[in-house]
């Protein structure tokens, strides 16, 4: 009996842990850049009119790297 107790006890929390693995690995997907390629931020502008943003570049979800580039000039 204790034997079937131990067997049952840790197939439960095996399952309760992949569960949470899984919700937060599907969370953790949603906040991560694209698979391949480059994402950018929003474009902000300075008060000479000069725009730019956060670009960042992906390989296989890692960020590689980012920069701020050029976003040319705010309209008026």
Same mark, same amino acid.
């Given at each position: =009996?204790?034997?079937?107790?131990?067997?049952? !006890?840790?197939?439960?929390?095996?399952?309760? =842990?992949? *569960? &949470?693995? !899984?919700?937060?690995?599907?969370? *953790?997907?949603?906040?991560?850049?694209?698979?391949?390629?480059? *994402?950018?931020?929003?474009?902000?502008? &300075?008060?000479?009119?000069?725009? #730019?943003?956060?670009?960042? #570049? #992906?390989?296989?979800?890692?960020?590689?790297?980012?920069?701020?580039?050029?976003?040319?000039?705010?309209?008026?």
């Amino acid at each position: =009996m204790k034997k079937a107790l131990k067997i049952l !006890s840790l197939l439960l929390v095996t399952f309760a =842990m992949f *569960s &949470m693995k !899984s919700s937060n690995l599907s969370k *953790s997907q949603e906040n991560k850049g694209p698979f391949w390629g480059t *994402s950018c931020g929003e474009v902000w502008c &300075m008060p000479n009119g000069q725009c #730019y943003q956060t670009c960042c #570049y #992906y390989v296989f979800w890692i960020n590689t790297g980012c920069e701020i580039v050029g976003a040319g000039n705010q309209q008026q």
